[in-house]
């Protein structure tokens, strides 16, 4: 049965690209923690091939939105999309194929190559918060429709929403009533700030970006795409690390955060720590906790 379907896969990789593919893959590509990821062997040069059960191909379409909108802004290298769709009862999200290194092998200059073109990256604007679809963060669905106002975006379908998920996924009634409280407050951390809406990758961190291995250059993928306040890309680089000096150096003399920037990074990455403890559970509860009481303690 297996052989069946990566027969009928590679034909339809074949059809969609105009290039024979191998009637199976190479081998598996580990690493990703949400998707089944294949390398396939093809005469135009091997693809990247997600698949996925016949109910993710909606999760696999905005994905390669996403890539596009990140590639039309010519800021970042991303992989290119060569196909989405469903085969023989299976989802398939087809990539260019890129030979990376890890990113703790990046020297200085391409963390800073990665700085300076991320900067370049946020300045393309949109004229509300938001996307034009719902995206997921990792397997966990994140509401996009648009709002010109970025405290009631951010309370609502940030925080608020990954709040009630984490409450549905048996987060301790006292932190959500704290996280609720939380809600009420979190326009004080803007009082001094108008972000724009820029183009976010939404979901940075260490794990999705690398560097092409020969040309060095730098390369994001996995997004979560919206338009937001920059500030919430660099925040998550900072929350599990695989980021430099370099990088940061690069992008603030590219583009200066605003002052009270780091005041606001635990809000920020308070959504992706309730957002582990919906996917892995685990001690993120005792640190959403330790993060929600901090900000609680700069309110009034």
Same mark, same amino acid.
């Given at each position: 049965?297996e052989?069946?379907r990566?027969?009928a896969?590679?034909?339809w990789?074949?059809e969609q690209?105009?290039?024979r593919?191998?009637?199976r893959?190479?081998g598996e590509?580990h ?6 990821? /294949?390398r396939?062997?093809a005469a *135009?040069? @091997?693809?990247?091939?997600k ?9 696999? !379409?905005? !994905?390669a ?8 802004? =010519? ?11 469903l085969v ?10 890129l030979a990376l290194?890890?990113?703790d092998?990046?020297?200085p !200059?391409v =963390?800073?190559?990665l700085?300076e073109r $991320?900067?370049? =990256?946020?300045r393309?604007q949109?004229?509300r918060?938001?996307?034009?679809r @719902? ?11 648009e ?9 609502q379908?940030? /925080?608020?929403h ?5 409450q549905?996924?048996? $987060?301790? +009634?006292?932190?959500?009533?704290? *996280? ?8 004080q951390?803007f009082e001094d700030?108008c972000?724009?809406?820029?183009? /976010?990758?939404?979901d $940075? ?5 690398s ?8 390369v994001?993928y996995d997004?979560?795409?919206?338009f937001?306040d920059?500030?919430?890309?660099i925040?998550?680089?900072?929350l ?7 990088f940061?150096?690069?992008? !603030?003399?590219?583009w200066? +955060?605003d002052?009270?920037?780091?005041t606001r990074?635990t ?10 403890h919906?996917?892995?559970g685990g001690?993120?509860?005792?640190q959403?906790q ?5 900000? /609680?303690?700069?309110?009034r």
């Amino acid at each position: 049965m297996e052989a069946e379907r990566h027969h009928a896969l590679g034909r339809w990789l074949g059809e969609q690209t105009g290039h024979r593919h191998a009637s199976r893959p190479a081998g598996e590509v580990h690493g990703g923690s949400v998707h089944r990821c /294949l390398r396939w062997p093809a005469a *135009g040069g @091997d693809a990247f091939v997600k698949v996925a059960a016949a109910s993710q191909l909606a999760a696999f !379409e905005v !994905e390669a939105a996403g890539l596009e909108s990140l590639r039309e802004a =010519q800021a970042l290298r991303v992989p290119c999309v060569h196909a989405v769709g469903l085969v023989a009862g299976t989802a398939v999200l087809a990539l260019e194929w890129l030979a990376l290194s890890p990113p703790d092998a990046a020297s200085p !200059e391409v =963390q800073a190559r990665l700085g300076e073109r $991320l900067a370049s =990256q946020h300045r393309v604007q949109a004229a509300r918060f938001g996307w034009s679809r @719902d995206n997921t963060l990792g397997a966990t669905p994140q509401p996009n429709a648009e709002d010109d106002d970025w405290v009631r975006f951010y309370r609502q379908r940030r /925080l608020g929403h990954m709040l009630t998920l984490a409450q549905a996924a048996g $987060l301790d +009634p006292r932190i959500v009533d704290r *996280g609720e409280r939380l809600l009420d407050r979190c326009g004080q951390f803007f009082e001094d700030h108008c972000p724009v809406p820029s183009l /976010l990758h939404g979901d $940075l961190w260490g794990g999705n970006w690398s560097a092409l291995a020969r040309s060095r250059e730098p390369v994001i993928y996995d997004p979560a795409v919206y338009f937001g306040d920059r500030e919430t890309d660099i925040a998550f680089t900072r929350l599990f690390g695989g980021f430099g000096r370099a990088f940061y150096a690069a992008y !603030e003399a590219a583009w200066p +955060p605003d002052p009270g920037a780091g005041t606001r990074t635990t809000l920020y990455n308070l959504y992706h720590v309730l957002n582990h403890h919906v996917l892995f559970g685990g001690g993120y509860a005792r640190q959403a906790q330790h993060m929600i009481d901090g900000l /609680l303690a700069e309110v009034r």
